[in-house]
Structure formats: structure tokens, C-alpha cells
């Protein structure tokens, strides 16, 4: 079984949309994160979610919310596209915040033409 | 805020031992990681320094000191399977905060 699993492996969409990432982790981890990790391919951590609790929200646009229904998963939704919105998005999770080892998804390629 | 560096790339042969170096700047440390990511995959855990010292893990070994603001990660006897990007991330405000550095690409020539 996947421990941390993404959909979709690749989203391809025009500017000015609205799309949603979904992600899912069976670990039984407290902590959940997004990360986005450009052409330069540094990884910038975006949210993390700590029983369903927003405990890091870094300088994201606001076109950018994590919506976490359950401990298990952590969505992000995105608005109003943009070109520079064209990275890899991934998801993780650990059982601390912070503290022990993250377990990556395999990562969303989004593509905002 | 935090700062964190690291060398751009590297080439080493197979068989030989390469040394990547992270040094960091950051408020309330707690704790240093350091992640492998192949081309188009997502990052997998390597190893973790909260303490002063070298964590030696199989081939890979990690060394921390944090009055320098100072690790490295040790890889032996290089296979071509290593050939990655490194990653080296800090916990810092007392575990509030995790920021990865820009990654080392490590290339592994036969």
C-alpha cells in the first residue's frame, strides 16, 4: 500500500482556473504538509496541518488553502491560476511537526498554460 | 529567517567517497535532515541530527555540529544508483518552522 498517496500524478489547465490537489496518507501520522518545488527545484514548504490544525502558513497567496477533512488527508485548492503557479506540488507527513522524518507523496506536476 | 547552503553539484567515481557540505543559519535549532531525491521522484529520508556528532547509517553517515552551524553527509563506496540530488533541511524555532536547502546534484561516473 502507498504511504502517501497524490492525485493527480499531472495537472495541465489554463490560467485563471480553479483546481484542487487531493492527498492521502495511511501512516496514521499526526502532521501533514504541502510543499512546492519550482524549475530550480528548490522545495519551499507552503502549509502543514497538525490534527486538523493549520500550525505553519507560510507567505503563500491566498489563492492557495489547504482544506483537511480528516487526520488522514490535507487537499490543497488553488484559484485563479497563474503561469507562475507551474511547479511540482508535493504532500508529506510525519508524526511529529517537524521532528521526525517526512514521508513525501510522489508529487503533482501542474502545468498552468 | 533562515539560511541555508550548500554546494550546487558534485562528481565523484564509483567505488570512491564523497562529502557534501550544508551549513545553516537559524533561530531556536532543532534538528538537522537530510533527504535523497532522484530526478522526478519525491524526496526520501537519509538521516536526522539533533546532537552534536557523526549518525552512521550503512554507507551514508551524517556529522552535525551545531556551534558551527555545520553538517555533512558521507557517502561510500559510491554506486551509480546514488547519483541524486541531496538535500539538507533544519527544524528551527524550536520545531515551528522546516526549511530545505537548494540541494546539492551529486553525479556518479564510472
Known amino acids: 500500500d502507498t504511504a502517501v498517496s497524490q492525485t493527480p500524478k499531472y495537472l495541465v489547465t489554463q490560467m485563471g482556473n480553479d483546481k484542487s490537489i487531493k492527498c492521502e496518507q495511511n501512516l496514521g501520522h499526526d502532521t501533514m504538509y504541502w510543499y512546492k518545488q519550482d524549475s530550480k527545484k528548490f522545495l519551499k514548504i507552503m502549509f502543514s496541518?497538525?490534527?486538523?490544525?493549520?500550525?505553519i502558513n507560510e507567505t503563500v497567496p491566498n489563492r492557495f488553502s489547504p482544506k483537511s477533512p480528516d487526520k488522514a488527508h490535507l487537499n490543497l485548492h488553488i484559484n485563479s491560476l497563474e503561469l507562475g503557479d507551474s511547479a511540482v506540488y508535493f504532500c508529506?507527513?510525519?508524526?511529529?511537526?517537524?521532528?521526525?522524518?517526512?514521508?513525501f507523496g510522489p508529487g503533482t506536476r501542474l502545468t498552468v498554460l | 529567517g533562515q539560511n541555508i547552503d550548500q554546494p550546487t553539484e558534485m562528481t565523484a567515481t564509483e567505488g570512491a567517497i564523497v562529502q557534501i557540505n550544508c551549513t545553516y543559519q537559524t533561530s531556536g535549532f532543532n534538528g538537522l535532515f537530510w533527504y535523497q531525491q532522484h530526478a522526478g521522484e519525491a524526496p526520501t529520508f537519509l538521516s536526522y541530527?539533533?546532537?552534536?556528532g557523526l549518525e552512521e547509517k550503512g554507507r551514508f553517515s551524517s556529522f552535525l555540529s551545531r556551534s558551527k552551524g555545520y553538517s555533512y553527509l558521507l557517502l561510500k563506496e559510491l554506486q551509480m544508483k546514488d547519483s541524486a540530488s541531496y538535500l539538507c533541511a533544519v527544524t528551527d524555532n524550536y520545531g515551528q518552522n522546516f526549511v530545505f536547502g537548494p540541494g546539492t546534484r551529486l553525479s556518479v561516473l564510472p
Open positions: 508529506a507527513s510525519s508524526q511529529d511537526p517537524a521532528l521526525s522524518m517526512q514521508y
Open positions: 541530527n539533533v546532537l552534536d
Open positions: 496541518y497538525n490534527n486538523k490544525e493549520l500550525i
